[in-house]
């Protein structure tokens, strides 16, 4: 069992709504909750489009969330984009998807589309400051690592 728990109150906007929910749980069970689609569209090559859930959230002042994609639809080219959800929104989770791939696909009501990965929030104090403490890495840009 984990230690800790959050509870995220959920309001199902239309009657076919599905909870969020992890198919693995317990100690190795899953990062992320799998968020599902309330009504299909054919997303076409290039497209971008929003997904309807159905689903509205509070969260506690503590947390939010982090839209992340599935490896399956990510296998075939669909990946979300603008994915933070702050503690204070209540609106209707959608889901932003932009077809990446060679061919248009299909989502259907009901298909798990997302997945939802719950976070604490921390604010941050930013400090404005002459230079940065030297470090291992530097100033290496994104792949760096040599990897």
Known sequence: MLDEQVAIKVLKLKAEAQVPRYAHTGPFGDLAADLYAVAGMVLEVGATGAVETGIAMEFPATHGALVEDRSGLAMRGVTTLA??????????????????????????????????????RIEARFEVVEELVEAPRGAKGFGSTGS
């Open 83 to 120: 994915g933070v959800i702050d503690p204070g929104y209540r609106g209707e989770i959608k889901v932003v998807v932009t077809n990446l791939g060679t061919a248009a696909v299909e989502i259907k009501a009901g298909d798990r589309i997302a997945q939802l990965r719950i976070v604490r």
